[in-house]
């Protein structure tokens, strides 16, 4: 059942709730990346991170384009686009991301011409125009045309004999009109801008990073574009950048190796129709109307900014080695359970049988514990086998190599990897065939879903016994994103768990769809139901004169009946707390729907990815931690999984951040009912709010101290 007939359903079958009660998921999502721009905006930022908050904040936008404005345009185009959950036509929902996503597009563009270059320049560091080079300047800089950048130049004429190029996605490209002096006629040009070069080169001479001088690429190759039509004259020259769909749909139903089906989608992605067109402002009409005439844009798609197009590129300035200019640098410590002096050694399997360990990343060492324990895991003679999900992992993965060291051991190795990870297919792909190569028992999950949950399982022989030792994370196997990814992971020895992964993996490689769980809620059936039920729990301590309370902390909050029981909740006096990065479609603080529910947004130099859930139980706390956002292909269409945390202090741990998260003394973003979220900052008194991340950050250091 697709994401828009689930909702009307959920509307027709609403039990009293009103119909217009989620706001729109699409525009939640632009609001979302808003919030990143107003960070880039905040001049209390350090330059540099605000340099790197417009990086994101385009990098973002390019995603939502090839992925959800594409979805959109192909269920219109065949006829399968049905109202959203919020009422909206599909027609309409195109529109308002049409026109605020040239809002705020336009809000970025003016930022870093207006504030952020201008800032940047008077800290030495200087994006220049040609013409503000010096002669020794620009002789360096045509000297690297002719030996970096003219050879890799491909200009593409168009004429009856030369079609229209083929204009790749996200690709940089210049719109040339050159003219035949002798003919008197004119021709257009598209010549591409290599991606594999900088985006902004740096000009040869600067003596350090505090005096230093950046030319944008495509000023220098149009300073000598000359050189690639000889004999004509270059009259104009336009940038421009097309934006395609890039959403993959492969059916791993059908009998052909995912392999081998996946690989020919990657191909086809290419390929996908254009959904937007940005090009610079000053560009020429007539240029403009042929390059909409040739990939079929309309007016809503394009985008006339000021230049330079393409602000990703600008990650490469907002990692200056000038720490002046950045956060301060956070130490990444090791665990308080796993942590040992100079001279000592730590047993991991012993630290994990005598407690389990909640490790809070990036606050605490992604190495020192999780890569840690799978190292140990390989190198140990007593393992036996160790069973792994893989959704993204970095490209020098030491994830991966420990399966490798593992299998080469003669250890058995199962690695679910998920081939479908969005972007991540063709590294997926590669991971894959390296470790069959190694003997690692290789597969990709249950037919029809996404494997999403972040699972590891040892198996270890322990005198006459197995005992086995398991991780559970909010986040992928990624050591460099763990670095500035906040997610949490459980490593544990209990029993119940064990035997619920064996069952999980069991389920994962072979045939066990009746698979039943004591400790972990697994969707696509458990998660949503098991949520909901623990709402309506809470629901009834309310009711029984008891504490309720529900603490939700997710990346996205837009599944309709977890809102519909969040509601249901709250029109029964339970309190709800929702914590989240993205997406929300519930309304906050509405009369007799949601008056008892608060929904807030941290978003800082850390992307907030883990996901909780805590619910007071009457006095008997249930919390839960896991990989599953609260949307329908989490819900049922992705294998996912959420543990729950016995441990008081783990209890503890979480609702210690959910009471820090949700203060009024804490900077955040509150969502009002419209949809509009505002921004708190600072107190009554003027005074800056609480930073959260770098509070936990304390936290943490305080708490292993202390021990």
Not at 93 to 112: G, K
Not at 545 to 573: C, F, H, M, P, T
């Amino acid at each position: 059942m697709s994401d828009e007939t689930m909702a009307i359903h959920l509307i027709d079958d609403s039990n009293g709730l009103p119909s217009d009660r989620y706001l729109d998921r699409e525009l939640s999502w632009l609001a979302f990346n808003q919030r990143v721009l107003e960070l880039a905006e905040d001049p209390d930022m350090y330059l540099l991170e605000r340099v790197n908050f417009l990086s994101i904040f385009a990098s973002n936008l390019d995603e939502f384009f090839m992925v959800r404005v594409a979805g959109l345009k192909r269920r219109i185009a065949t006829g399968l686009a049905v109202n959203s959950a919020s009422g909206l036509e599909p027609a309409e929902v195109l529109t308002s991301i049409s026109e605020e996503a040239h809002r705020l597009q336009l809000r970025h563009a003016h930022l870093f011409r207006d504030e952020i270059e201008p800032a940047l320049r008077a800290n030495g560091i200087r994006l220049v125009k040609w013409r503000e080079l010096e002669e020794q300047e620009k002789s360096a800089l045509h000297s690297y045309f002719q030996k970096q950048i003219f050879p890799v130049l491909t200009p593409l004429a168009v004429d009856p004999a030369h079609p229209f190029p083929y204009i790749s996605g996200l690709s940089l490209n210049l719109a040339v009109v050159v003219r035949n002096e002798q003919q008197e006629t004119e021709h257009f040009a598209r010549v591409k801008v290599p991606p594999l070069l900088p985006r902004f080169v740096r000009v040869p001479g600067s003596p350090s990073s505090h005096d230093v001088k950046y030319v944008q690429l495509e000023e220098i190759i149009g300073e000598f574009l000359g050189q690639l039509f000889p004999g004509m004259q270059v009259v104009q020259q336009h940038a421009f950048r097309v934006t395609r769909n890039e959403d993959l749909d492969v059916d791993d139903d059908e009998g052909e190796n995912l392999l081998i089906a996946l690989e020919k989608e990657l191909l086809r992605r290419r390929f996908g129709p254009p959904v937007r067109l940005e090009v610079a402002s000053d560009i020429n009409p007539e240029v403009l109307d042929l390059l909409m005439h040739e990939l079929d844009i309309t007016d809503e798609d394009v985008y006339q900014l000021p230049s330079p197009l393409d602000l990703t590129g600008l990650s490469e300035i907002a990692f200056l080695n000038r720490p002046e200019l950045r956060y301060p640098i956070h130490p990444r410590i090791t665990n308080r359970y796993l942590h040992a002096g100079e001279d000592e050694k730590i047993d991991i399997f012993a630290a994990i049988r005598q407690r389990e360990i909640l490790v809070h990343h990036p606050y605490e060492s992604f190495t020192t514990s999780v890569v840690a324990f799978l190292r140990a895991a390989a190198a140990d003679p007593n393992v036996l086998a160790i069973k792994q999900t893989l959704y993204r992992t970095s490209g020098d993965s030491p994830i991966v190599d420990a399966l490798i060291d593992a299998a080469e051991a003669g250890k058995q190795v199962l690695a679910l990897v998920e081939i479908k990870a969005r972007f991540d297919e063709q590294a997926n792909i590669t991971w894959a065939r390296k470790l069959e190569q190694a003997g690692v028992h290789v597969v990709y999950g249950i037919v029809g879903l996404k494997t999403h949950c972040k699972l590891a399982l040892v198996i270890r022989q322990e005198g006459s016994a197995l005992r086995r030792y398991c991780h559970i994370g909010t986040g992928n196997y990624n050591p460099k994103t763990a670095r500035f990814y906040e997610d949490y992971g459980l490593l544990t020895s209990r029993e119940a768990v064990g035997e619920d992964l064996t069952r999980l993996f069991n389920q994962l490689s072979g045939y066990a769809p009746d698979a039943s769980f004591r400790t972990l809620l697994v969707s696509p059936n458990g998660v949503r139901d098991g949520l909901i039920d623990l709402i309506n729990k809470e629901i009834e301590f309310k009711k029984q004169g008891k504490d309720a309370r529900v603490r939700i902390k997710v990346n996205s909050l837009v599944d309709e009946k977890i809102i519909d029981a969040l509601y249901v909740a709250s029109q029964n006096g339970v309190e709800v707390e929702i914590l989240v990065r993205g997406m929300c479609a519930l309304k906050p603080g509405v009369e007799g729907l949601s008056e008892n529910i608060r929904v807030r947004s941290v978003l800082g130099r850390y992307l907030e990815h883990s996901r909780a859930f805590a619910f007071n139980g009457g006095g008997d706390p249930a919390v839960y931690i896991g990989s599953a956002d609260m949307m329908h292909r989490n819900l049922d269409r992705r294998v996912e999984a959420l543990v729950r945390l016995v441990q008081p202090d783990h209890i503890r741990e979480i609702n210690d951040l959910f009471d820090l998260a949700m203060s009024p003394q804490s900077a955040s973003w509150s969502l009002a009912s419209s949809g509009k979220w505002q921004r708190h900052q600072y107190g009554e008194n003027g005074q800056r709010l609480v930073d959260v991340q770098d509070q936990l950050m304390r936290v943490v250091h305080s708490r292993r101290n202390a021990r």
